[in-house]
């Protein structure tokens, strides 16, 4: 019975689809404190796979209405998205449905994007360096859950710059990290080789 509920579970991510919408913060831990413009449910039992495949390690099976935290907004169609709570790991994206809700918090998820700085690092380790390169001179490392801001150019977009298949962002130092660091640094928002749906980085509250 177990393995007729896994092969359902494979075939409904095959013809059905996902709608995503922004994700402002992340709150990691006790579920039943997800934040909610980055909250989803189970629709069935499901698998947490390690990596974004079917074939990876199953790490734990959730039951049907489990909530779950993202960790970033996947793009239409992706077939996985990475959760950090209740536990870290690869869901598919068609087993997943919004959180209960109401209609204030659907507001706040509609919010402008241009305009606002503020980010905190999503990805396991997230170097800063000077320059807009790999090579370029290491200011220091952030984990998971640091705050960030991020510098601004024309029409109030972010200040971005593509070298060696990355997409870079500009970091203000003196404002991320006030009385510590000063001028600004360079981080890879998307890895556009290895994981080019992926950002490296999500919006605060």
């Not at 996902?18 to 189970?42: L, W």
């Amino acid at each position: 019975m177990e393995l007729q509920k896994l092969l359902y579970i494979f075939t409904l991510v095959e013809i059905a689809t996902f709608v995503s919408v922004p994700v402002f913060a992340q709150t990691p831990g006790n579920p039943s404190n997800v934040s909610q413009s980055s909250c989803r449910a189970t629709k069935v039992d499901t698998p947490i796979f390690k990596e974004p495949s079917t074939s990876s390690k199953a790490i734990r099976i959730l039951s049907a209405k489990t909530k779950v935290s993202l960790a970033y907004t996947p793009a239409s169609g992706d077939k996985f998205v990475r959760i950090q709570s209740p536990t870290s790991g690869f869901i598919q994206t068609a087993v997943l449905k919004f959180c209960e809700t109401n209609s204030s918090d659907r507001e706040q998820w509609n919010k402008p994007t241009i305009g606002i700085t503020c980010r905190q690092i999503v990805q396991p380790e997230i170097i800063i360096r000077r320059q807009p390169s790999t090579k370029g001179t290491y200011i220091t490392t952030l984990y998971p859950n640091t705050t960030v801001y991020l510098n601004l150019t024309t029409g109030n977009v972010v200040k971005s710059y593509r070298s060696e298949n990355y997409i870079w962002v500009e970091i203000d130092l003196s404002r991320s990290f006030p009385g510590e660091l000063s001028g600004t640094g360079w981080i890879v928002n998307t890895d556009l080789v290895n994981t080019p749906r992926l950002s490296s980085l999500a919006y605060c509250s």
